[in-house]
């Protein structure tokens, strides 16, 4: 027998709320790589890892808000534990494979196919994993055709991210490209989610739903997603804007051997230095010394 299933048990109110975590933890993930190309190497890889656990963890807050909308009617959901957070891990772990790639390699053609497609691949196995482990009395079974196209929009939206960590520029149009990702990757559930059709066990009971299974699940990478933007909210190249993207071409005397995409690093000085000799005389109203000596 098939089960009737309502995606949308709450109106509205879960998609919204779905989208605009994954707007979240893009944007987080965007400005933290972006942020890991203006800072010394040995914390490159602290941002990035921050990043790639911001948007892994958004993603899978948006699944799994979307899904207190998901019912089957007179059936019981629940949520196996371990199988959920495995989902999470893996989506942290494959975007960060991704973040990692084009972060170290720039924005060329393969680092962003190959860095795009483990992101992608990562983002739908996050989702189906997630549908795994649902309990309920019943089997899942899904739609060959709509399965491929969820997974392609995946793909296709990590791609798209991994370029525009690297090369849009400013705060707005970061933002515009958040909005873009959490435009695509909500697509990429509901799309997945129209490939499900449920098959019911022939004996079943009534239950309340998933709403409540899900909600302790969800606390810990809520409270994540928070204490991350409360650390690029107040990292201080982040709040000033400093112009650091002072030779986009890559053409000067840092930028020679560079990825493309990547700008050069501003070289800050030191406390109680001076990155120009000649500011320090000038300062001490002393004139510089002779190179005749």
Request: charged fraction near 10%; hydrophobic fraction near 50%.
């Amino acid at each position: 027998m098939q089960g009737t299933i309502d995606g949308f048990g709450y109106g509205m109110v879960t998609p919204a709320a779905a989208f605009l975590m994954a707007c979240l933890g893009a944007a987080l993930g965007l400005r933290c790589t972006t942020r890991s190309l203006r800072t010394e190497r040995s914390f490159k890889a602290g941002w990035l890892a921050l990043g790639a656990t911001s948007i892994g963890s958004g993603i899978w807050t948006m699944h799994f808000i979307a899904m207190t909308g998901f019912s089957v009617e007179d059936v019981p959901i629940r949520y196996d534990t371990p199988v959920s957070f495995a989902s999470l891990a893996v989506a942290i772990v494959m975007v960060g494979i991704g973040i990692f790639i084009v972060g170290y390699r720039g924005a060329t053609l393969m680092a962003l196919v190959t860095g795009g497609t483990i992101t992608g691949l990562g983002v739908a196995t996050m989702h189906y994993l997630g549908m795994a482990g649902m309990r309920l009395q019943g089997q899942f079974e899904y739609d060959t055709l709509t399965v491929s196209l969820s997974v392609v929009i995946a793909v296709v939206a990590s791609t798209v991210a991994l370029w525009a960590a690297v090369s849009v520029r400013g705060f707005l149009p970061s933002l515009g490209a958040s909005v873009v990702m959490g435009i695509a990757v909500s697509g990429m559930h509901y799309t997945g989610m129209a490939a499900l059709s449920v098959h019911l066990h022939p004996v079943t009971a009534s239950g309340s739903g998933p709403t409540a299974p899900l909600v302790p699940l969800l606390i810990g990478p809520g409270c994540f997603l928070l204490l991350a933007a409360v650390v690029v909210m107040f990292d201080p190249l982040m709040v000033m804007g400093d112009q650091d993207w002072d030779d986009p071409a890559g053409r000067g005397a840092h930028g020679a051997g560079r990825p493309p995409g990547i700008p050069v690093q501003r070289q800050v000085p030191r406390f109680g230095t001076y990155a120009d000799p000649a500011s320090f005389h000038a300062q001490h109203h002393e004139a510089p010394p002779s190179r005749d000596r």
